[in-house]
């Protein structure tokens, strides 16, 4: 059925080659993750302190919060991309979506009245940043929640229940395909993010009709290449934290 | 399976009373709807010229474009919301899909060179206002486009391809359900906004954990709600306009 | 005299037809109020604490504080009126009026140590906004006193001295006349906005030659119009409150 | 009947002692303006250039405009006052208030497509700040105009019909004084400002009670005042500018 | 070897006439100082409190602090000067320079637990504007320091260590010149502001080749011509203060 | 003399270990510089267009212009630095210093109607960052112009005349000391940041005594050993240049 050749000759199914490198700088959690020519820096950082909305009218937290922000650097572009004063549109709802995501493996009383906030700057841009920095973030959250495991509340209870990983798939002149390069994105008909747990559950589904609408077996066909490529990013997410894995 | 009880006494598959009120203002498009205690004013104003972006280098548009914008009144919640005149980072991402979900059925050639913005402002809020303000802007708009049918670039184009139509569904206490208000939706497991076309078909879907994840069988049953609540409100979009109807 | 002709067959002191609406949402003062084409929803919330400036260096306040907000809809101008970042000049001037307005009748001791917000959201303007939305607002926040009376200081000290109406008047083409659409407003030599008390004192006057000036004779005039329609308004006010009627 | 005493010894119809310095810096207009304690710089500034409103849709302009900015510098007052950059609710109904009081005299075809700005800088602020700065602004606009008399479209009809001056009056403890200092103008149960033409129209009422209400017979001593002070400035002002004057 | 004619006729190792004004308002320091054409108004005003970020963390501060805000105003130069939201990159640069060149000479221990902020307005500007701000600040820094002699934690020790005073010197035409003004300035291809303090050693030197670069020998002979202007200052400002003098 | 012992071992004229990576992302110019814990990306993107400050009243530029922006990411400190999508003071200079210094060496005329923009995006601090964003920033502009050489105005002139390299120096306990690290900066009596071109003579000097002053003789030193930090940066760019080497 999928008619349409990719650039790069890559199958339906098939992912980018997707690299992880952690401690790229001296932040809790400092990773470096690319899939082609995708590349984002995701640092974890702890702040001994619940966020300020959670200690409203006296309250005293015991449980902490993971927040995230997103950008993408102005030479990350071939055009190059104005700074911007505050998010726009776009990083206000991808930020939205890296904290959520994460958030939802959270133990919250586990973690103890701290935040952690997890910084996704977009080195290079090629499609697919919002999905990459959910993979990366979560492996810099890992580095960062071991990095401060000996003041846990509860020394027998990890901070996550399980990892998160996530990737974007789509339909391309008909073709449902699996992490779309730019070029693919920007032709895409319907486009769907999945961000699901390293144990295969879905944690969000949004997919959207780009000027057009899809139906049940589009939306199988995409759910289907989801999660085969969530499982691919969980299983390196796992290599590459190796003995750091808490789970 | 539902063993969950809802206060007002729905059954699961049910929705609140909807109620659609045209011209309610004299703007091309204004609609007061409401879906039991959740009330949102949505008008559609016509602005005679394409947006600034699709001007840019010389380039003269034949296009045009729609556009929202979404607001809670103050008064619209239990405890007054403090005023918002810039939009914060939930009414960034609730005008981004109404704007989006209006655009998947639009012709923007047979719009002609136009921009149509559809301002969604919620006056009372229980739940559910961003599907809700959905259901209504499709209205206003289709409104709108019909008060400017004289000058649209080819009288034998409609500009929309179809309606739009949208509900919430949710998994609360473990059951599937239409149409959550808001302490239903502060209690939700899972959370997921469906947009629908008039004719069924998938324009956005965007499901989320809420500190849960979710399987197959569960989304299953939240995408099957979904389609019965988008059926049930395309009907009432199609019995107020009655002989407006553009399809 | 008066040689100038109402579009709407109007006498030169006579008021478009003003209606007031109570109990519009849940708010606990919530009104919908118009005087023909012009349309505003005033509501009022009660926040159980004194402003931050009233608690500064530690102070205790025991008096509470009125304040309101002033906005026009995107839809309530034929031409659509762009959302503002932050309230505009002449938006800032109306809702400093306003809450003045109502300040001037208040009793703050017998208020407590709360804030009562008045949020006046014009969703069809005609001329006479600003006026009608102090009107609108005198009948919300009576509502809103009303519905905490149980928990006022003094159960025998009302917290308002008296009511509040206001409307607009203006000279046309020579002509002074009550109440002035959005035309006659426009052509107006001079415009002026009156406040005054159920009993029929002032609280505020606010006259302005557009590009021209006035004399004795001519503020007379217009004063004499002024105090006509604040008596009617008055009146209406007191109708639609019946039985919640404090003084 | 006035049985209040005021601290400086004023009669209740006396102003403070009014300087008017003109070219204090070198700007078309530039006067240093004090009554009393109270000290403002005025600068008018000409722009050979319509603002851009006027110059919408392909307009060319062929009127002018004058518009007011106003600001207190911090060390203006006895406790510093935070710098604003942008105008606070009380500045910028200042500024509003000043331009609108010059353009009720301004000719605006016969000053040819510019803008005039009059920039208000308090320097000292002991009550009465807005009135003074629109007495100075109209000294430094005719200078301002005077500079340009040469390029004006028609040397015979001067763009201003006549000067312009303000005072400040009040009612305090229940008497009606003239030009009221920061401490009577703080204990003022009614505060009012009053704009008139050289020839003694008014040009702008603005009168509030504060925390109270007045009567026709106080409105009538509040004139009164008013046209005795605004008269004595209009005197004051023409002396100044002696073989400048225009009119 | 200076063969650069200067417009005024100065010799190249000469500042224009500087003038220094006390007691300009009632501001505890009020200067108005002015070197030729450049007119400044500097203000000192005193915080009883330390500055927020001294107080973090339940931290008492025993120390003050000196900040400086500097603008110029709209009417100060040729072209107006559009007011700004907030203090632009240029603006921004001065002020910071200004606060640290103070901070250089303080005793914050002596100071105590306030804050004084120096408030630089330029009123009229003709080159030189930061170093005549410096200058001019420093001796409203004194008489706000001596207004507050009594309350000051330590009697004996005086808060400052030493004045301040600072000029422009560059190199115009290839020929070093002391205190550019305007004209010069704008032709300068190095230009070097330098803080100093009364007994001459050096606080601050801001070294700039404008789209030119400089040597040793250059930078050599624009010191000697910055010492010289500096220790002509000081003279000055010890002059004006007499026996206000603290050192 | 220097008896102060770096934490590191340095000697006192010893700069840390720089490296420098070209072609670390895509963009025209894209370098990863490094001293020591100091980690910066710099890019340079071209945007064919002069910027919009030159194209007032008609003006066809056919000059060029190079932009910096300055930033450090939130995860590059111990401690999270909140993200400032707008430049703070301390970044507004920065990025000022960074264009100036580049634009000290431009041929605008050679460069054509462009704008380059130099983004560097602090990864990693500790002390330094501005002077070595400097030093990268040029090897990235250097990269970008000779992507573009084939459509420069004239082939045969380069539109930069010389290289520029940054160090800073200080003195530390009373001793000189070349490239200060964090905490070797935090102690600094004087701090002095010094822009020098390939051939050795200065482009910028910014030398300030931290809450110190400092005499001709201490300058002398700084000055030397500055000369002999960007000397070494100097060679290094030209090192890693290679045969792309303009000069």
Not at 68 to 94: C, F, H, N, V
Not at 139 to 153: E, K, Q, T, Y
Not at 160 to 169: E, H, T
Request: aromatic fraction near 4%; glycine fraction near 8%.
């Amino acid at each position: 059925m999928p008619s349409y050749r990719r650039r790069d000759g890559r199958a339906c199914d098939q992912t980018r080659e997707i690299k992880i490198q952690r401690g790229f700088t001296n932040a809790p959690g400092s990773v470096l993750i690319s899939s082609g020519d995708t590349v984002a820096l995701c640092t974890a950082s702890v702040v001994d302190d619940a966020p300020d909305w959670m200690k409203r009218d006296g309250n005293v937290p015991t449980r902490g919060w993971i927040t995230a922000e997103y950008r993408m650097l102005p030479g990350s572009t071939k055009q190059r991309k104005p700074r911007q004063d505050r998010p726009d549109g776009r990083a206000t709802e991808i930020q939205r979506l890296i904290g959520r995501s994460l958030r939802a493996v959270l133990d919250a009383e586990a973690l103890g009245p701290r935040t952690i906030y997890l910084d996704c700057d977009v080195l290079q841009a090629d499609g697919g940043t919002r999905t990459l920095c959910v993979s990366g973030a979560c492996v810099a959250l890992i580095d960062a929640i071991n990095s401060i495991r000996a003041s846990l509340p509860n020394p027998d209870v990890y901070p996550l229940r399980d990892s998160v990983s996530a990737v974007s798939v789509g339909i391309v002149e008909g073709s449902p395909m699996l992490d779309l390069c730019y070029v693919e994105d920007s032709a895409a008909e319907v486009d769907m993010n999945v961000v699901a747990t390293g144990k295969g559950r879905f944690v969000e589904i949004q997919g959207t009709g780009e000027e057009h609408s899809f139906d049940d077996e589009q939306l199988a066909a995409l759910l289907a290449l989801a999660k085969k490529g969530t499982a691919r990013v969980a299983a390196l997410q796992r290599e590459v934290l190796a003995d750091a894995w808490p789970f």
